[in-house]
Nanobody, 122 residues
């Protein structure tokens, strides 16, 4: 049974930082390109970042480039998202995804985490 558990979300002031983690079990983590998506209330889900299985290539949505950094530790089956200079518009539920591409197409996602809430106050 595949499980992906996110953590690290919370309430932070604008300009602050958070680090999200996603620990996966029940899948061959190191064979998956892994990603982060987010969904704000009343908005469609959007891709945030994607990292290839080896960690050699990363992709970011324009809205987070230069502020967010995706990384992974294949030995720990864990995906990370370091979020700096947070803005109120970053407020959303953040989801870990197993399977992604640089265009953040949903059809490449095989598994989703349950989500972790990030709220940025102004």
């Amino acid at each position: 049974q595949v499980q992906m558990v996110e953590s690290g979300g919370g309430l932070v002031q604008a300009g602050g930082s958070l680090r999200l983690s996603c620990t996966a079990s029940g899948l061959a983590f190191n064979y998956y390109h892994m990603g982060w998506f987010r969904q704000a209330p009343g908005k469609e889900r959007e891709g945030v970042s994607c990292i290839m299985w080896s960690g050699g290539s990363t992709y970011y949505a324009d809205s987070v480039k230069g502020r967010f950094t995706i990384s992974r530790d294949n030995a720990k089956n864990t995906l990370y998202l370091q979020m700096n200079s947070l803005k109120p518009e970053d407020t959303a539920m953040y989801y870990c995804a197993a399977g992604c591409d640089g265009r953040f197409a949903d059809r490449y996602v095989s598994y989703w985490g349950q989500g972790t809430q990030v709220t940025v106050s102004s």
